[in-house]
């Protein structure tokens, strides 16, 4: 795992605090300084091998300074001071978070997980053949009735538009059981055992089950909505995250919701986003907004560490092909979509891998991210 130095930035009034953290590229390490840089609020300049970029404070972007191949020492000039920075790694980054939560991201060696999106950015659209098409189970299916009933999942949704619905399905998906990253997965998979299991047992379990809870919950009440595996590049990397898009039919488009996390996008005017979105979004630079209230298991969790999480995550992704109670567990067969960017792991595109087991899988994979992102 490559070293790197990065450089948080966050703006209060008049002043920009400066945290030089060292650590990888994963993650933030121990503390090595902490420093003040003043400004007047309105610009400030990065100076690297002789070459100035000028940044507005009110203007969201990204600044991309992976030019500088050379770079040497990396400068913060304001009207009132200048902080010097020897770079001791081999990649920078700078992240400044600007009105409300929108970060700033400059980059200095190029962050080699947003590299890896921008490499493999584009999907195709030409049509899957030989998929079928994604299902949804109806709200009068009997485990999602059993559990709208049990759980009151019509008073916990309440009565306000699409969106607020979900969110308010989120929260609850949030707070009733607590995550376990290293549990094991309780059988039957669906919503009304999984909760069971963890208050029976006083005990968490992973994203996945969460999100299938979610699924499960939004499904109940009538939502189209799916639970999505978002994979790194790196097949070695066994840490994935799996989070939940549903279907706002006023909107014509999904949300993405991360009930581990309580968490959402929008876009810095308030419009929620998709995960496709969001993986454009985070490729082109564009801002990308995470609600105040998100957590892990009641405590904060840091905005730019989740980005920084999804950065790695938001790669490839995978999905049932039917949505419905306890699908994971059932009898009979299982059949998931893989979509891989466009130019990753080609020979896999439209070939299906069937491996002979007691319950039998079928992995069907694809770059057509109209079919995989198609509306219900």
């Known amino acids: 795992m490559n070293k790197s130095l990065r450089l948080i930035v ?24 902490q420093l003040l840089f003043r400004t007047d609020g309105a610009a400030f300049t990065i100076c690297a091998c002789e070459a100035r970029q000028e940044v507005l ?22 009207p009132i001071d200048t902080l010097v920075i020897t770079p001791d790694a081999e990649q920078i980054e700078v992240i400044i978070a600007g009105p409300s939560d929108t970060l ?11 590299e890896a999106l921008r490499n493999f950015s584009k999907f195709n659209s030409s049509p899957a053949s030989g998929i079928p098409q994604f299902t949804y189970s109806p709200r009068s299916e009997s485990l999602l009735v059993q559990l709208r009933i049990e759980y009151d999942l019509d008073s916990v949704a ?19 059981v607590p995550h376990d ?15 069971k299991v963890c208050r029976d047992e006083k005990r968490g379990v992973n994203c996945r089950m969460i999100a299938t ?56 005017n308030g419009q929620l986003l998709s995960p496709s979105e969001v993986r454009e979004r985070m490729i082109e630079g564009k801002p990308l907004v ?46 998931w979509v893989y979509l891989n960017p466009t130019g990753y792991d080609s020979a896999r595109i439209g070939r299906a891998n069937t491996p ?8 069907y994979y694809t770059d057509d991210a109209d079919f995989f992102w198609a509306k219900p």
């Open 104 to 114: 700033y991201e400059l980059f200095i060696y190029a962050d080699s997980k947003l």
């Open 181 to 195: 990253g290293s549990s094991k997965n309780p059988d039957p998979r669906n919503a009304l055992n999984l909760i």
């Open 213 to 268: 809870i979610l699924n499960e919950a939004c499904l109940a009440e009538g939502f189209a909505s799916r639970h999505v595996t978002c994979m790194p590049q790196d097949t070695t990397d066994q840490d994935c995250h799996v989070t939940n898009m549903v279907y706002v039919p006023k909107l014509g488009k999904w949300i993405y919701v991360d009930p581990t996390f309580n968490g959402y996008f929008s876009d810095g």
């Open 290 to 335: 995470l609600p105040d209230d998100l957590d892990w298991n009641g405590k904060p969790k840091n905005k730019q560490e989740y980005l920084a999480y999804m950065r790695k995550n938001l790669f490839r992704f995978s999905c049932p092909l039917g949505s419905e109670a306890g699908y994971e567990s059932r009898d009979g067969r299982r059949q």
């Open 356 to 363: 002979v087991t007691k319950t039998k899988f079928v992995d």
């Open 10 to 33: 966050t703006l209060v009034p008049a002043f920009i605090v400066v945290l030089l953290v060292g650590g990888d590229t994963s993650g933030y390490g121990q503390s090595k300084s």
């Open 57 to 78: 404070l009110s203007q969201y972007g990204r600044y991309d300074t992976t030019r500088f191949t050379s770079l040497m020492t990396l400068a913060l000039l304001s």
């Open 158 to 176: 309440g009565t306000g538009d699409d969106v607020s619905r979900i969110l308010n399905l989120l929260h609850w998906a949030h707070t009733i």
